[in-house]
T-cell receptor
Framework: DAGVIQSPRHEVTEMGQEVTLRCKPI?????LFWYRQTMMRGLELLIY????????DSGMPEDRFSAKMPNASFSTLKIQPSEPRDSAVYFC??????????FGPGTRLTVT | AQRVTQPEKLLSVFKGAPVELKCNYS??????LFWYVQYSRQRLQLLLR??SRESIKGFTADLNKGETSFHLKKPFAQEEDSAMYYC????????????FGTGTRLLVSP
């Protein structure tokens, strides 16, 4: 079992460009979470889905951020346009009907 | 509002010394608390949760509702304990939403 899969692992882009981060949750898990990790703020929940439906997107910082989950095996987090302050590690996690969340390896985003 | 506070960004101890990573929470409901750990080059993973009241890798954590704390403790630190530790609060929304603290990096020196 490969666990939660995220791509790309590293992304370097210029300010103003569109960035798309991808996540494949563990098969059978019905909840999916997107987090952002920074030194200053730690782990922040951006949005989470249950059965492919967005439940809470109150953590999405602004309209430049959007997330979709078109099916149970795929989700995207898009930033358009990207800014230097978006530089962070973005984690995806999935969870079955239990308390434990299973994290992916993260995508390190650098916006120059 | 729900909040988890980890006051220390870095905790540095020597091997064999006791360790206590502090965590305080703010939540009006009945709290469920967890500790997650991220070792170098590994994924963030669950270490323990207060309901199970178990010891994992020598670590324990007791929920103190009076002090709204869930400190993580280990009597004798090992070098392999060096990692990033996050305290998390499960918010009872009917889904598995967790609120994380800002994390504490534990560095155990030989």
């Amino acid at each position: 079992d490969a666990g939660v899969i995220q791509s790309p692992r590293h992304e370097v882009t210029e300010m103003g460009q569109e960035v798309t981060l991808r996540c494949k949750p563990i098969s059978g898990h019905n909840s999916l979470f997107w987090y952002r990790q920074t030194m200053m703020r730690g782990l922040e929940l951006l949005i989470y889905f249950n059965n492919n439906v967005p439940i809470d997107d109150s953590g999405m910082p602004e309209d430049r951020f959007s997330a979709k989950m078109p099916n149970a095996s795929f989700s995207t987090l898009k930033i358009q346009p990207s800014e230097p302050r978006d530089s962070a590690v973005y984690f995806c996690a999935s969870s079955p009907e239990t308390y434990e969340q299973y994290f992916g390896p993260g995508t390190r985003l650098t916006v120059t | 509002a729900q909040r988890v506070t980890q006051p220390e960004k870095l905790l540095s101890v020597f091997k064999g010394a006791p360790v206590e990573l502090k965590c305080n929470y703010s939540y009006s409901g009945s709290p469920e608390l967890f500790w997650y750990v991220q070792y170098s080059r590994q994924r963030l993973q669950l270490l323990l949760r207060h309901i199970s009241r178990e010891s994992i890798k020598g670590f324990t954590a007791d929920l103190n509702k009076g002090e709204t704390s869930f400190h993580l403790k280990k009597p004798f630190a090992q070098e392999e304990d060096s990692a990033m530790y996050y305290c998390a609060l499960r918010v009872n929304t009917g889904f598995q939403k967790l609120v994380f603290g800002t994390g504490t990096r534990l560095l155990v020196s030989p």
